[in-house]
């Protein structure tokens, strides 16, 4: 099913949430960037000293019955470290496929590539990857296959979207056109109870719009000729029975996010993805946004074991039998602004009938604002 995070606003949750997808970004773009034009990483910034440190991300994850640990740390010149480790399910032993440590005295790198366990050449593996560039995301691109199945996991299956966001709204639209999808997105949006009868989808290219400036125009001519564009009418029936048109920019906030949720929905439960989603319940009726965690919740239909992680501000999800105390985390800003991750599990529950909603509302746990008068 996967995790869910809680905190006040300004806690870090969406920090959490940006971290992930800068890392799943930069192990698919880092090969690709033009050298020397330095890596687009945010440090801490309340810390004189850290805001000095290399900023360290890393990911333990199972992919085909292998738990991996990957990680690196960088800088805004380079990759200081970066190393992964995998334990299959077949042997239960870690091993290390590979560890680099930049040297500051020698101005080089440490390197240690396993010679059993990465069969291929490694030698042009290491000399091609550039100080900028990450060894994972190289070695890949020049065909190495046993690190396919971590690059795979962490660039294909990994999805993170940031409710409201352009990208899903886009996606949504680009599947609707595909045999078969029209039915389960608008399927998708009834079993939330949005009155919908039909959607009607009209592509375009973008240029064809004669209401474009000229500069903008020739912005796209030289970027993306082939952009296009999508005017999306949600179909209801009036009182005579027949159909009526009403723009996609008029639906409720609600309406257009479950629209946007639907094809990354549905495409991460047909193929057992992780699906990482910034503030899920964002212009959501709660019984919708309950409905929709139940997909993932419900073994019938997902059969694939996909993974919802997401951030929200609906507390009244701690009582829920769709999760466990296990999936559940807090987020808490402490003194130093550092935010900090607290799984609910580290709390006793309690015997009597106060939930964990009603405790967590109370400040028993952290992770809500501190309201003053």
Not at 208 to 221: A, Q, T
Request: with cysteine; glycine share 6%; net charge negative.
């Amino acid at each position: 099913m996967g995790s869910r995070s809680f905190g006040a606003n300004g806690s870090g949750k969406s920090s959490l949430i940006d971290a992930m997808a800068f890392m799943s970004r930069f192990v698919r773009m880092s090969f690709r960037n033009e050298a020397g034009q330095g890596i687009d990483v945010d440090p801490f910034l309340f810390h004189s000293e850290w805001r000095e440190r290399p900023s360290e991300f890393e990911a333990i994850f199972i992919h085909e019955e292998t738990l991996y640990q990957y990680g690196f740390a960088i800088s805004h010149e380079r990759v200081v470290d970066e190393w992964l480790f995998a334990r299959p399910k077949s042997t239960g032993r870690q091993r290390q496929l590979f560890t680099r440590s930049y040297d500051v005295q020698t101005d080089s790198y440490e390197w240690d590539i396993s010679s059993v366990h990465l069969k291929g050449e490694r030698d042009s593996w290491r000399s091609q990857t550039r100080p900028d560039a990450l060894f994972l995301s190289t070695a890949v691109q020049l065909n190495a296959k046993g690190l396919s199945g971590a690059y795979e996991w962490l660039v294909l299956m990994l999805r993170t979207l940031k409710a409201p966001d352009s990208r899903q709204l886009d996606y949504t639209e680009r599947r609707f056109g595909e045999e078969g999808w029209k039915t389960r997105i608008i399927e998708f949006l009834k079993a939330t109870d949005v009155a919908v009868s039909d959607i009607r989808v009209t592509e375009a290219k973008v240029l064809d719009n004669d209401e474009i400036p000229g500069p903008i125009r020739d912005l796209i001519r030289n970027d993306n000729p082939d952009a296009k564009h999508y005017s999306i009418d949600f179909m209801r029936h009036d009182e005579q029975k027949r159909l009526m048109p009403l723009p996609f920019v008029e639906e409720s906030t609600g309406t257009q996010n479950l629209f946007g949720l639907a094809g990354p929905v549905l495409d991460v439960l047909d193929n057992g993805f992780t699906l990482i989603v910034d503030e899920l319940n964002s212009g959501l009726h709660p019984l919708a946004f309950q409905h929709l965690i139940g997909l993932f919740c419900d073994p019938n239909l997902n059969t694939r074991n996909a993974q919802l992680i997401f951030t929200t501000h609906d507390s009244s999800l701690l009582d829920s039998d769709c999760i466990g105390r296990d999936q559940i985390w807090i987020v808490e800003k402490g003194r130093d602004l550092a935010a900090e991750l607290i799984p609910l599990t580290d709390f006793k529950p309690r015997q009597d009938a106060a939930g964990f909603q009603k405790r967590y509302l109370q400040g028993r746990f952290g992770g809500v604002p501190r309201l003053t008068a």
